[in-house]
C-alpha cells in the first residue's frame, strides 16, 4: 500500500498534470434553491448508459444501491463494463444471467463478488489501491459514467462523496457522464473529497440508512493475534489498517494507549472508541497533524455520525 507516498510533500495527493483540468470544472456554482425538484427518477438517470460503456460505481457504504438496480432493471444493453473497489449490498449486475449485458471488473473486491470472480463470470484485477485512479486520470481506462452516492449540496453549491474518496474523486474528474444519487442521510465529510454541483449530469434524491459493515465476534485465534500486535504499538505511533476481525481485535486492545495518530487507508469502528478512549490524539504526526487522514470508511452508523461535519476526519483520493 502506497497511500502515504504523496503525502510527504503536503498532506494529500496533489496532481498537478490534472490539476488545471479538475481546477476548470472547479467552478463554485450555488444550485438554485430548488435543486430538490429538478432530481429525476432512478430510471431516467441511468439512461444515457448506453451499450459498450464503462461505469465506475461507488463503493462500500456509498454504493449508490437505487442506481445500480435502475441500471439492473434495463433490458436493452449489451456488453457494459462495471468498475468497482469493494461494494456493500447485492450487485445484481454480476448475476449469471446477465453476463451479455453486464461485466464487472473488481479492482478491489469484495464478498458480493467473489462468487463471481471465482467462477470466471466476473474480473479481478489484481492492483495497488493506490494505483487505481491513474487508470482513469491517464485515460488508460476511459470512463463513459461514474455512479456516485453523495452528501447533498452545501450553500456553496458543493457535494463530498461522503464515506469513500478513494478512487471515486478520480472517476468523477475523468467520466464523461456524472450520474448521482444524493441521499439526505449521507455525511458530510471534510478533505479533499469535493464534487462540484455543476459537475453533475443527473440526480435522484433519496433519505435512507447507508449500508454498513458491523463488526463480528472475534475469535480466539483472532484476539491472541490482536494482543500481540497491540503488545507491539508504542505511544505516539501512527496506524494503519484495513477491515476485518484482526484489525479490530488489536484495535480493541489499544485503549489505554496514548498520543496516537492515524493515517490509513481506510477504518472502521474500533477508531472511535480509541478517540473517545483518549488514545488518539494525531499530535505528533508530521503529515496531517491534529487529523485523521483516510481514504474510505466501512461501518456502523454510529460510524456515519463520527465522521458527518467532523474536520477532525479528513478524506483524500487514495493515491
Known sequence: MHFAKDAQVSGFAFRPKHAKVWAEKFVMI?????????????ADAVAGIKSGDNVFI??????????????????DLENVRVYHLHTNGPAPFAAPERSKEFHSVSLFTGSPLRGADNEGRADFVPIFLSDIPALFLSGQ??????????????????????????????????ARLVIVEFNEQMPRTHGNNLVPFSRIDSYIHTNHPLLGHHIKAE????GQIGEFVANLVEDGSTLQMGIGGIPDAALSRMKEKRELGVHTEM?????????????????????GQGRI???????????????????????????
Open 58 to 75: 461507488h463503493g462500500a457504504a456509498a454504493t449508490p444501491t437505487a442506481l445500480i438496480e435502475a441500471l439492473c432493471a434495463r433490458s
Open 293 to 319: 487522514v483516510t481514504s474510505f470508511i466501512n461501518g456502523s452508523q454510529r460510524l456515519f455520525d463520527f465522521v458527518n461535519d467532523n474536520p477532525q476526519v479528513a478524506f483524500h483520493s487514495c493515491d
Open 267 to 287: 477504518f472502521s469502528d474500533r477508531i472511535v472508541d480509541l478517540v473517545e478512549a483518549g488514545a488518539i490524539t494525531n499530535e505528533h504526526k508530521k503529515v
Open 141 to 174: 481506462v476511459k470512463l463513459d459514467a461514474v455512479f456516485l452516492q453523495l452528501s447533498v449540496p452545501d450553500a456553496h453549491g458543493l457535494c463530498s462523496l461522503g464515506t469513500s474518496c478513494d478512487a471515486a474523486k478520480a472517476a468523477a474528474e475523468t
Open 30 to 42: 450555488k444550485p438554485t434553491h430548488n435543486w430538490q425538484s429538478r432530481a429525476v427518477s432512478a
Open 219 to 222: 475469535s480466539v485465534v483472532e
